[in-house]
Protein backbone atom coordinates (compact mmCIF):
# COMPACT_ATOMS: atom_id res chain seq x y z
CA UNK A 1 0.00 0.00 0.00
CA UNK A 2 1.07 4.22 -0.83
CA UNK A 3 2.68 5.62 2.22
CA UNK A 4 1.76 9.30 2.18
CA UNK A 5 3.27 11.50 4.70
CA UNK A 6 1.96 15.14 6.00
CA UNK A 7 5.70 16.61 4.97
CA UNK A 8 8.45 14.65 3.04
CA UNK A 9 11.29 16.38 4.17
CA UNK A 10 13.48 13.24 2.70
CA UNK A 11 12.46 13.68 -0.80
CA UNK A 12 12.96 17.51 -0.57
CA UNK A 13 16.73 16.81 0.60
CA UNK A 14 17.10 13.89 -2.19
CA UNK A 15 16.35 16.09 -4.46
CA UNK A 16 19.06 19.26 -3.59
CA UNK A 17 21.47 17.06 -1.65
CA UNK A 18 24.73 17.78 -3.59
CA UNK A 19 24.56 21.35 -2.71
CA UNK A 20 23.56 20.81 0.88
CA UNK A 21 25.99 18.45 1.98
CA UNK A 22 28.92 20.80 0.03
CA UNK A 23 27.25 23.57 2.38
CA UNK A 24 27.36 21.56 5.22
CA UNK A 25 30.85 20.60 4.60
CA UNK A 26 32.02 23.89 4.23
CA UNK A 27 30.53 24.83 7.81
CA UNK A 28 32.62 21.85 9.15
CA UNK A 29 35.75 22.49 7.60
CA UNK A 30 35.48 26.66 8.64
CA UNK A 31 34.25 25.41 12.68
CA UNK A 32 32.78 28.65 13.25
CA UNK A 33 29.16 27.06 14.09
CA UNK A 34 27.74 29.99 16.03
CA UNK A 35 27.19 32.90 13.85
CA UNK A 36 29.36 34.15 11.39
CA UNK A 37 29.79 34.77 7.68
CA UNK A 38 26.63 32.11 6.87
CA UNK A 39 24.28 33.99 9.08
CA UNK A 40 25.07 37.22 7.87
CA UNK A 41 24.81 36.80 4.47
CA UNK A 42 21.35 34.44 5.08
CA UNK A 43 20.27 37.55 6.73
CA UNK A 44 20.87 39.63 4.27
CA UNK A 45 18.88 37.19 1.28
CA UNK A 46 16.10 36.82 3.53
CA UNK A 47 15.66 40.64 4.12
CA UNK A 48 15.85 40.89 0.38
CA UNK A 49 13.09 37.76 0.04
CA UNK A 50 10.89 39.86 2.06
CA UNK A 51 11.70 43.48 1.10
CA UNK A 52 12.75 44.04 4.45
CA UNK A 53 15.73 46.63 5.47
CA UNK A 54 16.86 44.08 8.41
CA UNK A 55 16.67 40.63 9.43
CA UNK A 56 17.67 39.73 12.50
CA UNK A 57 18.23 35.66 12.81
CA UNK A 58 16.89 34.03 15.89
CA UNK A 59 17.16 30.15 17.53
CA UNK A 60 13.41 29.44 16.96
CA UNK A 61 10.01 31.56 15.82
CA UNK A 62 8.98 31.49 18.89
CA UNK A 63 12.29 32.96 20.55
CA UNK A 64 12.02 35.54 17.51
CA UNK A 65 8.16 36.48 18.71
CA UNK A 66 9.41 36.58 22.40
CA UNK A 67 12.40 38.90 20.99
CA UNK A 68 9.69 41.38 19.29
CA UNK A 69 7.72 41.66 22.37
CA UNK A 70 10.92 42.49 24.99
CA UNK A 71 12.09 45.38 21.88
CA UNK A 72 8.17 46.47 21.68
CA UNK A 73 8.53 47.22 25.57
CA UNK A 74 5.83 44.76 26.45
CA UNK A 75 5.67 44.02 30.32
CA UNK A 76 4.05 43.33 32.82
CA UNK A 77 0.34 43.94 33.60
CA UNK A 78 0.02 44.57 29.41
CA UNK A 79 -2.26 42.29 26.93
CA UNK A 80 -1.66 41.16 23.66
CA UNK A 81 -4.43 40.12 21.48
CA UNK A 82 -3.79 37.07 19.19
CA UNK A 83 -5.90 34.88 17.85
CA UNK A 84 -6.95 31.43 19.54
CA UNK A 85 -6.93 29.59 16.64
CA UNK A 86 -3.23 29.26 15.83
CA UNK A 87 0.18 26.79 17.52
CA UNK A 88 0.74 27.61 21.27
CA UNK A 89 4.21 29.89 20.35
CA UNK A 90 1.88 32.83 19.52
CA UNK A 91 0.74 33.24 22.78
CA UNK A 92 3.49 32.08 25.36
CA UNK A 93 6.21 34.16 24.79
CA UNK A 94 3.54 37.04 25.93
CA UNK A 95 3.50 35.17 28.86
CA UNK A 96 7.26 34.90 29.59
CA UNK A 97 7.18 38.69 29.20
CA UNK A 98 4.81 38.88 32.13
CA UNK A 99 1.83 40.04 29.76
CA UNK A 100 -1.43 38.90 29.46
CA UNK A 101 -2.52 37.05 25.70
CA UNK A 102 -6.63 38.69 25.01
CA UNK A 103 -7.60 35.41 22.52
CA UNK A 104 -10.13 36.82 19.56
CA UNK A 105 -11.82 34.79 17.16
CA UNK A 106 -11.47 34.13 13.69
CA UNK A 107 -12.61 34.87 9.93
CA UNK A 108 -14.95 31.58 9.28
CA UNK A 109 -14.21 32.02 5.29
CA UNK A 110 -10.01 32.72 6.02
CA UNK A 111 -9.55 31.04 9.42
CA UNK A 112 -7.32 34.15 10.41
CA UNK A 113 -8.15 36.94 13.05
CA UNK A 114 -11.44 38.62 13.00
CA UNK A 115 -10.32 41.93 12.80
CA UNK A 116 -13.62 43.53 12.99
CA UNK A 117 -13.27 41.94 16.51
CA UNK A 118 -10.15 43.86 17.89
CA UNK A 119 -11.93 47.23 18.88
CA UNK A 120 -14.04 45.20 21.75
CA UNK A 121 -11.45 43.43 23.09
CA UNK A 122 -8.88 46.61 23.05
CA UNK A 123 -8.78 47.96 26.83
CA UNK A 124 -6.51 50.57 28.64
CA UNK A 125 -4.16 47.73 29.08
CA UNK A 126 -3.62 46.79 25.16
CA UNK A 127 -0.14 47.13 23.75
CA UNK A 128 0.05 45.22 20.67
CA UNK A 129 -2.05 42.83 18.62
CA UNK A 130 -0.19 39.41 16.76
CA UNK A 131 -1.92 38.78 13.93
CA UNK A 132 -1.04 35.36 12.48
CA UNK A 133 -1.22 34.43 8.70
CA UNK A 134 -2.41 31.03 9.22
CA UNK A 135 -1.83 28.04 6.77
CA UNK A 136 -0.05 30.65 4.63
CA UNK A 137 -2.41 33.09 3.81
CA UNK A 138 -2.23 37.22 5.29
CA UNK A 139 -4.32 38.63 7.66
CA UNK A 140 -6.75 41.18 7.14
CA UNK A 141 -3.96 43.72 7.24
CA UNK A 142 -5.58 47.00 6.37
CA UNK A 143 -8.22 46.77 9.14
CA UNK A 144 -5.43 45.91 11.71
CA UNK A 145 -3.09 48.39 11.11
CA UNK A 146 -5.47 51.10 11.06
CA UNK A 147 -7.07 49.78 14.93
CA UNK A 148 -3.46 49.33 15.51
CA UNK A 149 -2.73 53.26 14.33
CA UNK A 150 -5.46 54.44 16.01
CA UNK A 151 -4.94 53.10 19.65
CA UNK A 152 -0.85 52.82 19.30
CA UNK A 153 -0.75 49.47 19.27
CA UNK A 154 2.94 47.46 18.14
CA UNK A 155 1.73 45.17 15.26
CA UNK A 156 3.67 42.10 15.17
CA UNK A 157 3.10 39.68 12.29
CA UNK A 158 3.32 36.14 13.07
CA UNK A 159 4.68 34.70 9.27
CA UNK A 160 6.09 31.53 10.92
CA UNK A 161 3.84 29.88 8.12
CA UNK A 162 3.66 32.71 5.69
CA UNK A 163 7.51 32.88 3.62
CA UNK A 164 6.55 34.29 0.54
CA UNK A 165 2.68 34.98 0.94
CA UNK A 166 1.38 38.27 -0.22
CA UNK A 167 -0.98 40.62 1.08
CA UNK A 168 -2.26 42.48 -1.56
CA UNK A 169 0.80 43.33 -3.32
CA UNK A 170 2.63 42.95 0.04
CA UNK A 171 4.88 40.38 0.93
CA UNK A 172 4.06 39.28 4.28
CA UNK A 173 6.09 40.71 6.94
CA UNK A 174 6.35 44.08 5.62
CA UNK A 175 3.58 45.58 7.34
CA UNK A 176 3.96 45.23 10.73
CA UNK A 177 6.45 46.76 13.26
CA UNK A 178 7.44 43.30 13.48
CA UNK A 179 7.51 40.16 11.42
CA UNK A 180 8.73 37.00 12.93
CA UNK A 181 9.32 33.89 10.67
CA UNK A 182 10.28 29.96 11.89
CA UNK A 183 11.96 27.72 9.73
CA UNK A 184 11.57 24.97 11.95
CA UNK A 185 12.08 21.74 9.33
CA UNK A 186 8.54 21.26 8.23
CA UNK A 187 7.93 25.25 7.63
CA UNK A 188 7.70 26.18 3.89
CA UNK A 189 11.57 27.13 4.55
CA UNK A 190 12.76 24.50 6.80
CA UNK A 191 16.35 24.60 8.64
CA UNK A 192 17.81 20.64 9.48
CA UNK A 193 17.04 21.93 13.35
CA UNK A 194 15.80 25.05 15.06
CA UNK A 195 15.74 28.59 13.57
CA UNK A 196 13.76 31.51 13.17
CA UNK A 197 14.38 35.87 12.22
CA UNK A 198 12.51 38.77 12.81
CA UNK A 199 12.40 41.53 10.18
CA UNK A 200 11.62 45.02 10.90
CA UNK A 201 12.37 48.26 9.06
CA UNK A 202 12.84 50.52 12.13
CA UNK A 203 16.74 50.87 12.33
CA UNK A 204 16.80 51.25 16.63
CA UNK A 205 15.00 48.25 16.64
CA UNK A 206 16.86 46.01 14.87
CA UNK A 207 19.88 47.02 16.58
CA UNK A 208 18.06 46.48 20.01
CA UNK A 209 17.19 42.66 18.80
CA UNK A 210 20.70 42.06 17.37
CA UNK A 211 21.78 43.13 21.05
CA UNK A 212 19.08 40.95 23.02
CA UNK A 213 20.11 37.70 20.55
CA UNK A 214 23.46 37.47 21.87
CA UNK A 215 23.51 38.28 25.49
CA UNK A 216 23.30 41.78 24.87
CA UNK A 217 26.29 42.12 23.87
CA UNK A 218 28.75 44.87 22.14
CA UNK A 219 32.11 43.59 22.29
CA UNK A 220 32.94 40.00 23.81
CA UNK A 221 32.77 40.79 26.99
CA UNK A 222 30.97 43.89 27.38
CA UNK A 223 27.45 43.23 27.85
CA UNK A 224 25.08 46.53 27.03
CA UNK A 225 22.19 45.25 28.26
CA UNK A 226 20.75 41.85 29.93
CA UNK A 227 20.31 39.84 26.25
CA UNK A 228 19.39 35.82 26.27
CA UNK A 229 20.85 33.40 23.66
CA UNK A 230 19.00 33.64 21.07
CA UNK A 231 21.75 32.90 18.13
CA UNK A 232 21.19 31.16 14.78
CA UNK A 233 23.23 27.68 14.57
CA UNK A 234 25.54 28.87 10.80
CA UNK A 235 24.98 25.39 10.26
CA UNK A 236 21.27 25.93 9.81
CA UNK A 237 22.14 29.54 8.21
CA UNK A 238 24.04 27.82 5.10
CA UNK A 239 21.46 25.28 4.48
CA UNK A 240 18.66 27.77 4.28
CA UNK A 241 20.57 29.88 1.89
CA UNK A 242 20.69 26.87 -0.05
CA UNK A 243 16.95 26.67 0.25
CA UNK A 244 16.21 29.96 -0.09
CA UNK A 245 16.90 30.01 -3.59
CA UNK A 246 14.31 27.68 -4.70
CA UNK A 247 11.37 28.91 -2.26
CA UNK A 248 9.48 30.81 -4.56
CA UNK A 249 9.38 27.15 -7.05
CA UNK A 250 8.28 25.38 -4.00
CA UNK A 251 5.46 27.89 -3.75
CA UNK A 252 4.44 27.76 -6.78
CA UNK A 253 4.14 24.17 -6.45
CA UNK A 254 2.94 24.52 -3.30
CA UNK A 255 -0.21 26.77 -5.14
CA UNK A 256 -0.34 24.90 -7.85
CA UNK A 257 -1.38 21.09 -5.73
CA UNK A 258 -3.79 23.06 -3.90
CA UNK A 259 -5.56 23.98 -6.81
CA UNK A 260 -5.44 20.55 -8.18
CA UNK A 261 -7.18 19.63 -4.47
CA UNK A 262 -9.56 22.07 -5.26
CA UNK A 263 -10.44 20.49 -8.60
CA UNK A 264 -10.17 16.95 -7.83
CA UNK A 265 -12.37 18.22 -4.14
CA UNK A 266 -15.04 19.22 -5.90
CA UNK A 267 -19.35 18.95 -5.17
CA UNK A 268 -18.32 16.89 -2.17
CA UNK A 269 -19.59 17.75 1.44
CA UNK A 270 -15.98 18.99 2.35
CA UNK A 271 -15.12 23.18 2.72
CA UNK A 272 -12.14 23.91 0.66
CA UNK A 273 -9.93 26.62 1.51
CA UNK A 274 -11.38 30.11 0.74
CA UNK A 275 -8.46 31.70 -1.13
CA UNK A 276 -8.73 35.86 -0.64
CA UNK A 277 -4.80 37.22 -0.70
CA UNK A 278 -1.90 35.16 -2.47
CA UNK A 279 -1.82 32.25 -0.59
CA UNK A 280 1.46 30.12 0.14
CA UNK A 281 -0.30 27.18 1.47
CA UNK A 282 1.85 26.10 4.17
CA UNK A 283 -1.16 23.59 5.11
CA UNK A 284 -4.30 22.84 2.96
CA UNK A 285 -7.47 22.55 5.01
CA UNK A 286 -10.28 21.51 4.71
CA UNK A 287 -13.43 21.05 7.18
CA UNK A 288 -15.68 18.29 7.56
CA UNK A 289 -18.31 17.57 9.21
CA UNK A 290 -17.32 13.26 9.75
CA UNK A 291 -13.48 14.68 10.31
CA UNK A 292 -12.65 11.88 12.76
CA UNK A 293 -13.91 9.12 10.52
CA UNK A 294 -12.05 10.58 7.57
CA UNK A 295 -9.06 11.16 8.83
CA UNK A 296 -9.31 7.38 9.91
CA UNK A 297 -10.08 6.30 6.75
CA UNK A 298 -7.31 8.00 4.96
CA UNK A 299 -4.74 6.33 7.92
CA UNK A 300 -5.96 2.92 6.64
CA UNK A 301 -5.31 3.82 3.22
CA UNK A 302 -1.31 5.11 3.65
CA UNK A 303 -2.28 8.45 4.21
CA UNK A 304 -1.28 10.93 6.70
CA UNK A 305 -3.57 13.76 7.92
CA UNK A 306 -2.84 16.02 10.64
CA UNK A 307 -5.11 18.94 12.89
CA UNK A 308 -4.27 22.19 13.02
CA UNK A 309 -5.16 22.62 15.99
CA UNK A 310 -7.41 20.65 17.78
CA UNK A 311 -7.45 22.35 21.18
CA UNK A 312 -7.92 26.33 20.70
CA UNK A 313 -5.71 28.35 22.80
CA UNK A 314 -8.17 29.48 24.95
CA UNK A 315 -8.93 26.31 26.39
CA UNK A 316 -5.63 25.32 26.83
CA UNK A 317 -4.43 24.34 30.63
CA UNK A 318 -1.62 25.97 30.71
CA UNK A 319 -3.52 29.18 30.54
CA UNK A 320 -6.49 28.18 32.66
CA UNK A 321 -5.38 30.92 34.88
CA UNK A 322 -5.41 33.56 33.13
CA UNK A 323 -8.28 36.05 34.01
CA UNK A 324 -11.76 36.23 32.27
CA UNK A 325 -10.67 32.79 30.40
CA UNK A 326 -13.51 31.25 31.46
CA UNK A 327 -15.73 33.70 30.37
CA UNK A 328 -14.16 33.39 26.28
CA UNK A 329 -16.96 32.60 23.59
CA UNK A 330 -15.00 31.96 20.35
CA UNK A 331 -17.62 30.29 18.66
CA UNK A 332 -15.70 30.14 14.78
CA UNK A 333 -12.48 28.48 16.11
CA UNK A 334 -14.51 26.27 18.46
CA UNK A 335 -16.24 24.59 15.29
CA UNK A 336 -13.51 24.51 13.90
CA UNK A 337 -11.34 22.62 16.05
CA UNK A 338 -13.62 19.69 15.73
CA UNK A 339 -14.43 19.93 11.50
CA UNK A 340 -10.44 20.86 10.31
CA UNK A 341 -8.08 18.13 8.37
CA UNK A 342 -4.69 19.11 6.99
CA UNK A 343 -4.23 17.17 4.04
CA UNK A 344 -0.80 16.20 2.37
CA UNK A 345 0.62 19.19 0.70
CA UNK A 346 4.67 19.79 -0.02
CA UNK A 347 5.78 20.52 -3.34
CA UNK A 348 7.46 17.27 -4.10
CA UNK A 349 4.03 15.60 -3.89
CA UNK A 350 3.60 13.89 -7.17
CA UNK A 351 0.37 13.96 -9.19
CA UNK A 352 -0.47 10.14 -8.60
CA UNK A 353 -0.39 10.31 -5.13
CA UNK A 354 -2.82 13.43 -4.79
CA UNK A 355 -5.08 11.39 -7.18
CA UNK A 356 -4.72 8.55 -4.88
CA UNK A 357 -5.61 11.01 -2.34
CA UNK A 358 -8.37 12.56 -3.39
CA UNK A 359 -9.72 9.08 -5.15
CA UNK A 360 -10.14 7.79 -1.02
CA UNK A 361 -11.57 10.97 0.29
CA UNK A 362 -14.25 10.55 -2.40
CA UNK A 363 -14.67 6.90 -1.62
CA UNK A 364 -15.11 7.65 2.17
CA UNK A 365 -18.07 9.87 1.20
CA UNK A 366 -19.71 6.88 -1.11
CA UNK A 367 -19.34 4.28 1.75
CA UNK A 368 -20.62 6.28 4.47
C1 LIG B 1 5.81 27.08 13.97
C2 LIG B 1 5.07 28.22 14.51
C3 LIG B 1 5.62 29.08 15.49
C4 LIG B 1 6.89 28.79 16.24
O1 LIG B 1 8.00 28.52 15.51
P1 LIG B 1 9.19 27.60 16.11
O2 LIG B 1 10.30 27.86 15.14
O3 LIG B 1 8.71 26.19 16.11
O4 LIG B 1 9.52 28.09 17.47
C5 LIG B 1 4.91 30.20 15.86
N1 LIG B 1 3.71 30.48 15.32
C6 LIG B 1 3.13 29.67 14.41
C7 LIG B 1 1.81 30.06 13.85
C8 LIG B 1 3.78 28.50 13.98
O5 LIG B 1 3.19 27.72 13.08
Known amino acids: MKQIPLVDLKAQYHAIREEIDEAIQNILENSQFIMGEPVKRFEEE ?25 ASGIGAGNEVIVPSHTFIATAEPICHCGAVPVFVDVDPDTYNMDANLLEAAITPRTRAI ?72 NEEHATRLRLLTNHGRKLKYEHEIIGYNYRM ?25 AR ?43 IATGIHYPVPLHQQPCFQHLPGIKD ?30 AESIR ?5 S
Not at 46 to 70: D, N, P, R
Not at 269 to 298: G, M, S
Not at 330 to 347: D, F, G, H, M, Q
Not at 363 to 367: A, C, E, L, N
Request: proline share 4%; charged share 20%.
Open 328 to 357: YRLPVTEKLASRILSLPIYPELTNDDQNYI
Open 46 to 70: FAAFCGVKYAIATSSGTTAIHLALI
Open 233 to 257: DALQAAILSVKLKRLATWTEARRRI
Open 260 to 302: TYNYLLENLPIVTPYEEYWHAYHLYVIQCEERDNLAKRLKENG
Open 363 to 367: RFFIK
Open 130 to 201: IPVHLYGQCAEMDIILEIARKHKLTVIEDCAQAHGAKYKSFPAGTLGDFACFSFFPGKNLGAYGDAGMVVTN
